[in-house]
Nanobody, 123 residues
């Protein structure tokens, strides 16, 4: 079992920045992948970014490449999502999730999810 708690969402103007955090607790993370997804009203859950807990390798969705950065602090069991140059279309509930062993950008393959944090970008 892994529990995930996100924080850091809020209201920001277009062009601004936010940093989301996701703290994991429960079992020890090792060969896991931690991902960020987002879901806007009426839309499907969308892949944002993923990071390997052990090696630190990363991958990003096309919509956020060059603007968002995922990172982790193993000592704090925390994953971050630094979001820069935010756009109104980034408005969504952002979720972190964890899966074992293999990289994936499919939400259905992730085992554990946080409760989500709202990000609203005004124009």
């Amino acid at each position: 079992q892994v529990q995930l708690v996100e924080s850091g969402g809020g209201l920001v103007q277009a062009g601004g920045s936010l940093r989301l955090s996701c703290v994991a607790s429960g079992r020890t993370l090792s060969s896991d992948y931690m991902g960020w997804f987002r879901q806007a009203p009426g839309k499907e859950r969308e892949f944002v970014a993923v990071i390997s807990w052990s090696g630190g390798g990363t991958s990003y969705g096309d919509a956020v490449k060059g603007r968002f950065t995922i990172s982790r602090d193993n000592a704090k069991n925390t994953v971050y999502l630094q979001m820069n140059n935010l756009k109104p279309e980034d408005t969504a509930v952002y979720y972190c999730a964890v899966k074992r062993k293999y990289y994936s950008n499919y939400a259905s393959s992730y085992e554990y999810w946080g409760q989500g944090t709202q990000v609203t970008v005004s124009s």
